[in-house]
């Protein structure tokens, strides 16, 4: 299965939730926000969110400062 995470296209084996998919291609621990085809996904749904062939997923880190 072909999906974009950040841009750059990923492959994956098999049947993901979003949830496998943010732990599998987070770049850091900080809270992040995520979005399935510019739609954002609330954290209590990403474990039942079945990603597809062709998903565009964005995984936000949110970065304060002045």
């Known amino acids: ?6 841009g750059n296209s990923e ?14 291609f987070r770049t850091s621990a ?3 926000a995520v979005e399935v085809n510019e739609r954002l996904v609330p954290h209590s749904k990403r474990t039942q969110v ?3 062939d062709g998903d565009r997923i964005e995984i936000v880190t949110l ?3 002045g």
């Open 30 to 32: 900080a809270p992040c």
């Open 50 to 52: 079945e990603v597809r």
């Open 1 to 6: 299965m072909q999906i974009t995470v950040n």
């Open 11 to 24: 492959t994956l084996a098999g049947p993901s939730t979003l949830e496998e998919v943010v732990v599998r």
């Open 63 to 65: 970065v304060g400062g």
